[in-house]
């Protein structure tokens, strides 16, 4: 069965500074896809980056990084230069083969503060 | 901005009533959404996978009888929780897949029956 799991319910980070969130995950699958999203109190969820299993390097988008790391089974969110916006409920998810169903954590509450 | 749109984004009903949740894809069709919920501090889990035209999907452990799923159209599915009580309070989320990778996602309706 898969199972993503995030031990980190809180996070505080100060403004500019970077921050990892941490994800690991189970499947017997070879094929997956890893996903994370930002889900801020009053808006929608929204979509960061993507990892495919087969990728050979970590994913980026902008500020993002996905930490890969297949041999440990873990896909840690590192954000860069945190800014206040960034204070959100972070939910690490994965999708196995031909299906779109995300299982996902428990998610992460990360604080930004000046 | 929002590719999905889920309203109501939160409702208050009486125990034994029943409450609709649409959620519509607002600038793609999509013939398979997705229903979640999620109950405080635990993970989104995923309820039922709703197909245009056909019957939902439902997973292991959700009444289908009390989560009604109706995807009439390309553009919509609702989710009607049928005689609702005190323990069917949680978030509610609904997503959508266009032709890209990342699942959309609605902004949640967040249920409380009293």
């Known amino acids: 069965a898969q199972k993503i799991t995030q031990t980190q319910p809180g996070m505080f980070v100060q403004e500019k500074e970077a921050v990892t969130l941490d994800c690991t995950y189970d499947?017997?699958?070879?094929?997956?896809?890893l996903f994370w999203y930002k889900h801020p109190s009053s808006g929608e969820m929204i979509f960061l980056i993507y990892?495919?299993?087969?990728?050979?390097q970590n994913a980026t988008e902008g500020r993002y990084s996905l930490n890969f790391q297949k041999a440990r089974k873990s896909a840690n969110l590192v954000i860069s230069a945190s800014q206040l916006g960034d204070s959100a409920m972070y939910f690490c998810?994965?999708?196995?083969?031909?299906?779109?169903?995300?299982?996902f954590g428990t998610g992460t509450r990360l604080q930004v503060f000046p | 901005g929002a590719v999905v749109s889920q309203h109501p984004s939160w409702v208050i009903c009486k125990s034994g009533t029943s409450v609709k949740i649409e959620c519509r894809s607002l600038d793609f069709q999509a013939t398979t959404m997705f229903w979640y919920r999620q109950f405080p501090k635990q993970s989104l889990m995923l309820m039922a996978t709703?197909?245009?035209?056909?019957?939902?999907?439902?997973e292991q452990g959700v009444e289908k009888d009390k989560f009604l799923i109706n995807h009439a159209s390309l553009t919509l599915s609702t989710l009607t929780v049928t005689s609702a009580h005190p323990e069917d309070s949680s978030f509610y989320i609904c997503?959508?897949?266009?032709?890209?990778?990342?699942?959309?996602f609605g902004n949640g309706t967040r249920l409380t029956v009293t």
């Open positions: 998810a994965m999708r196995g083969p031909n299906t779109d169903k995300l299982i």
């Open positions: 499947t017997s699958d070879p094929s997956y896809g």
């Open positions: 997503s959508a897949r266009d032709r890209h990778i990342p699942l959309h």
């Open positions: 709703s197909n245009e035209g056909s019957k939902a999907t439902y």
């Open positions: 990892q495919g299993s087969y990728d050979q």
